[in-house]
């Protein structure tokens, strides 16, 4: 069982996005087959928020054929790159209504859900190629949600269009508009970021892809982990000692994210270690650089820096995406 699991982040999606672009390359390669693309070669993604957005672009089927995948790993980057202004652009009559976010949502949602149908359509849930695994929590039901292909397969009550899917994964409180979808069977759900309670969905992979077929166990995955650039922004005693609510909220959001990534990531590594395959969980999160920590940052010139974090991790890391590469061939099916 071969995993691939992305954090959410927003546009710093463009990260892993970059990292799966050197690894597809480094997977032809190895593999001689120049039309080779990421969901050839693993058997459950997972994703939440941004990640989420990339799991359901990984996925989606060629209109050539169905069990083949529509889109390259820098077909999913160029989401971002060309649409990420766009989607977080904030017009002068929202900056007012919201006060910057902190009475309203802070962006519209229009141009995140246009840009989303135009790479998506009205493709199903269902429809996708391989089993996966999408966050966002349910804030009537006040349980998490997930969104899963292999269920979808089964069951009209579990199957969504994608396009809802990735907008309901997406969205972030104070960010965008609390999402309502629906099922193919009409049943509506409010939903919010997976990132809320999973912001890395490794470990909800993890325990998915126990009850799949088969039933693998640690010893028989393969899990790599990729996050949206480490956050490393202090906050000093002296600010936050007097925090009210609203000053507390930017920096809550920031901490919860980190925080979850980092003990998901622990909880992992002791697994594996504990069945005598640590090399089987593989966690990639890299240095921002001179990129914005943001999640909203998309101007032009941090859109570059982004790219560029995405290419010197992977510049950085060769052995390793030699051997993560080399792994997941080895354990294609026949």
């Known amino acids: 069982m071969r995993i691939l699991s992305i954090d959410g982040g927003g546009i710093r999606g463009i990260i892993p996005g970059q990292i799966l672009v050197a690894l597809e390359e480094k997977l032809k390669q190895q593999s001689n087959n120049e039309d080779a693309k990421i969901a050839d070669y693993f058997?459950?993604?997972?994703?939440?928020?941004?990640?989420?957005?990339?799991?359901?672009?990984y996925l989606c089927p060629s209109e050539s054929d169905p069990l083949k995948a529509?889109?390259?790993?820098?077909?999913?980057?160029?989401?971002?790159?060309?649409?990420?202004?766009?989607?977080?652009?904030?017009?002068?009559?929202?900056?007012?209504?919201?006060?910057?976010?902190?009475?309203?949502?802070?962006?519209?949602?229009?141009?995140?859900?246009?840009?989303?149908?135009?790479?998506?359509g009205d493709l199903k849930l269902s429809e996708l190629i391989k089993p996966c695994l999408v966050t966002s929590y349910d804030l009537r039901r006040r349980k998490a949600h997930f969104f899963r292909q292999h269920s979808?397969?089964?069951?009209?009550?579990?199957?969504f269009l994608v396009r809802e899917v990735a907008r309901a994964t997406s969205a972030a409180p104070t960010y965008f508009e609390t999402a309502k979808v629906k099922s193919i069977s009409a049943i509506p759900y409010p939903l919010v970021d997976g990132g809320v309670f999973a912001n890395n969905p490794s470990l909800c992979a993890y325990a998915e892809a126990r009850n799949l077929k088969g039933k693998p166990k640690a010893k028989d995955m393969f899990i790599l982990s990729l996050g949206t650039g480490k956050v490393e922004k202090p906050y000093y005693y002296k600010q936050a000692k007097d925090w009210g609510l609203v000053q507390w909220v930017k920096p809550i959001i920031d901490?919860?994210?980190s925080g979850v990534a980092e003990t998901v990531d622990y909880q992992l590594a002791q697994i594996f270690d504990a069945v005598g395959?640590?090399?089987?969980?593989?966690?990639?999160?890299?240095?921002?650089?001179?990129?914005?920590?943001?999640?909203?940052?998309?101007?032009?010139e941090n859109l570059k820096?982004?790219?560029?974090?995405?290419?010197?991790?992977?510049e950085e890391n060769d052995a390793l995406f030699n051997r993560v590469a080399k792994k997941l061939i080895s354990m294609t099916p026949d």
């Open 43 to 57: 058997d459950l993604i997972a994703g939440t928020s941004t990640g989420g957005i990339l799991t359901c672009i």
């Open 70 to 120: 529509k889109f390259s790993a820098s077909d999913a980057v160029d989401l971002y790159i060309e649409n990420g202004d766009e989607i977080f652009d904030i017009t002068l009559k929202q900056k007012i209504k919201s006060a910057g976010g902190v009475i309203d949502e802070k962006y519209s949602a229009k141009e995140l859900e246009e840009s989303l149908k135009d790479y998506l």
């Open 152 to 159: 979808a397969k089964t069951d009209n009550a579990n199957d």
């Open 255 to 257: 901490i919860m994210m």
């Open 277 to 300: 395959k640590p090399n089987n969980y593989v966690r990639i999160d890299p240095d921002l650089r001179n990129a914005s920590h943001e999640m909203d940052d998309a101007s032009i």
């Open 305 to 314: 820096e982004l790219k560029i974090a995405g290419q010197i991790c992977s």
